[in-house]
């Protein structure tokens, strides 16, 4: 299995920047796919960005398409969330979640993941 490790939340002002990373250990990080889900207080939990293990495939929500970048560096075996034009609905518990494939495709349905991290917060003011 493969654990995940994420860094880098914090206080931001609206329109503000912040890069998430997710640091994976226990397995080849290239043979996963990554996805970045996110959960608001009192909302159900959302799906953010995903990227296949080779990071040749991605897809990202609505909500954050031309904002947000998901990357890997699959040598350092970690993965990247580059938030920017960050707004106060972005406010959330991020997540990074991995799931064994083999490195081909991604997954938008956070429900296919099967290891996650515990969790950073962002919390983006007006």
């Known amino acids: 299995q493969v654990q995940l490790v994420e860094s880098g939340g914090g206080l931001v002002q609206a329109g503000g920047s912040l890069q998430l990373a997710c640091a994976a250990s226990?397995?080849?990080?290239?043979?996963?796919?990554m996805g970045w889900i996110r959960q608001a207080p009192g909302k159900e939990r959302e799906f953010v960005a995903a990227l296949s293990g080779s990071g040749l495939s991605a897809d990202s929500a609505d909500s954050v398409k031309g904002r947000f970048t998901i990357s890997r560096d699959n040598a350092k075996n970690t993965g990247y969330l580059q938030m920017n034009s960050l707004k106060p609905e972005d406010t959330a518990v991020y997540y990074c979640?991995?799931?064994?494939?083999?490195?081909?495709?991604?997954?938008?349905?956070?429900?296919?993941?099967?290891?996650w991290g515990q969790g950073t917060q962002v919390t983006v003011s007006s």
């Open positions: 226990g397995r080849t990080f290239s043979n996963y796919a």
């Open positions: 979640a991995a799931r064994f494939d083999g490195g081909y495709y991604y997954y938008s349905d956070s429900n296919r993941y099967s290891y």
